[in-house]
């Protein structure tokens, strides 16, 4: 019987697939995708997955603001070899594990020999014992952020209806496509004054990539404007902890309920750490 139990085991252990990975960026900054970043990953928590939420700023990360918390430590003590990526982790609603984002590091490609092994060493354990990664890229389009959108089996772009956020998401959408990107993408359209308003700016974008790059680009959906996430942010609640019921929150947790059905890991699967390892280094 012990026999049999420890076979399974093994069947299982072999059997499970690592964590689906889900980077969320933005062509510009200011348009609410750290926001959306804490709120979908404590949505997707509460509906028992094991997920873990990477703040990848390396320069301002701002990820414990929005959370209200404070973390001792965060994922430059780890690329100094100071912390083990558990030691760093802070435990949110639901048992949202967190890793705050470091202060003063310009990039991933900037990183001594020794902090990228560290990097990639810790790293690999979360892919390997967790459901969901989510990764709040910096804003821009830098070769760090690149990196992870690259890695990533899905890159969600948000934008908002303002002109230059547009023109933003579609840049980051054209870079996304001229690497190959073999992953999905998707466009959340937030602030926009109504659904048919964040549909049109989708509809207009994925014509366009369509047309020009050969590049598909899925509707992750519409947050309407809500004067109720703008104070949860004042509160540094986020909206859906703050505001169950307001329409931020139903946005958030229909895009959760829409991306949780579709995560997947990439066909060509051949591990998120082994793409960060292949663009950076």
């Not at 579609?170 to 496509?177: D, G, P």
Request: hydrophobic share 45%; with cysteine.
């Amino acid at each position: 019987m012990r026999n049999e139990t420890l076979h399974l085991n093994r069947m299982m252990e072999a059997c499970k697939r690592p964590a689906s990975v889900l980077a969320i960026a933005s062509g510009k900054g200011g348009v609410g995708k750290t926001n959306i970043a804490a709120n979908l990953a404590i949505c997707l928590a509460a509906s028992g997955k094991k997920v873990v939420l990477f703040d990848a700023d390396m320069s301002l990360g701002n990820l414990d603001v929005i959370m209200n918390f404070t973390s001792k430590y965060n994922i430059s003590h780890v690329l100094n070899g100071q912390r083990s990526i558990e030691e760093v982790i802070h435990v949110g609603p639901d048992g949202l594990e967190i890793i705050c984002g470091a202060s003063g590091i310009e990039g991933l490609a900037e990183l001594g020999e020794f902090q990228r092994r560290r990097l990639i060493s810790e790293l690999t354990k979360l892919q390997d014992q967790n459901d969901a990664i989510i990764i709040d890229t910096a804003a821009g389009i830098s070769k760090s952020v690149v990196g992870f959108c690259l890695a990533a089996d899905h890159t969600l772009v948000v934008t908002t209806p303002e002109a230059t956020a547009i023109t933003d998401a579609y840049a980051m959408i054209k870079v996304l496509a001229g690497h190959s990107f073999a992953g999905r993408i998707s466009l959340l359209v937030n602030m926009a004054e109504s659904i048919a308003t964040g549909r049109k700016i989708h509809q207009q974008i994925a014509s366009v990539a369509r047309r020009f790059l050969n590049a598909e680009v899925d509707c992750a959906g519409v947050i309407v404007w809500d004067e109720r996430l703008r104070r949860s942010v004042r509160m540094r609640k986020p909206v859906v902890l703050a505001y169950p019921n307001s329409r931020a929150t139903c946005s958030i947790v229909a895009l959760a309920a829409k991306l949780s059905k579709g995560m997947a890991v990439r066909a060509d699967n051949e591990g998120f750490l082994r793409k960060i390892v292949n663009w950076f280094f």
